[in-house]
């Protein structure tokens, strides 16, 4: 058996709490957690809950964190993990 895709998908806007604002789905290949956050200290504390509670290992950012945002999910998760920002093609 393959080992489960456990990703988490962060998507930064004004409004979200991600105390009250994140889902997760499920099937035997794949986990995924989407988690809301209004500010990078929230997705920062969201990834490093995330990761150390062994619940995804890896994480997905909206583009709204940009490069230097994503830089600093990176720094709080560890270099070990794989985090990613959605760049638009246009």
Not at 36 to 50: E, I, M, P, Y
Not at 58 to 81: H, M, N, P, S, W
Request: charged share 20%.
């Amino acid at each position: 058996m393959s080992k489960q895709f456990r990703f988490a998908f962060i998507v930064m806007s004004r409004g979200f709490d991600p105390s009250q604002n994140h889902a997760m789905m499920e099937v035997d290949s794949c986990k995924a957690v989407l988690v809301g956050v209004a500010r990078l200290d929230q997705a920062c504390a969201a990834a490093q809950h995330l990761i150390s509670t062994g619940e995804v290992d890896r994480i997905e950012l909206c583009g709204a964190f940009g490069e230097a945002g994503a830089k600093a999910v990176q720094e709080a998760v560890g270099k070990d993990i794989s985090v990613s920002y959605i760049v638009p093609l246009q």
